[in-house]
């Protein structure tokens, strides 16, 4: 059986390789000298860089809040999939537009209503606009695209 206590991986992020400690002895952290100045001119520069301190539990919270935002991502995707005006005219225009937006990447549109740029954003613009508002949208990237 290998004792793995007396192996250690050396301190130097860009080094890694095991380092054999000698019972007895006081732990070396480093496979040599080179190393362990490396190491220290590495965290001298960069002294915060890749040094995040989170416990279990943050981990656990933030994985549960990023599972969270997920769904309610995909809940918001159904709803607009599903909301699309009956009135033949106002649904014309609206596909219309997330044509155009899509094919602009969802830019940001200046109408007198302010609509922020943003996949999410145009589609609740699109939603909730009236005819006018639709109309000027349009007018607006049908003029850029020219
Ligand atoms: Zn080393």
Redesign the pocket.
Known sequence: MIDTTLETR???P????P?HQIPGHRRRQ???D???Q??YRLRKEQPHLGVTIVDDGTQQRIAQLERELAEANKLIERLLGKKQSKQPFKRSLQERLTRLLEQQDWPALDIHYRVKAGQKEGRVFIIGASIDLLSRALGQLEEQQS
């Open positions: 050396c301190k130097n860009s080094c890694g390789k380092v480093y496979c040599n080179t190393c362990k490396t190491a």
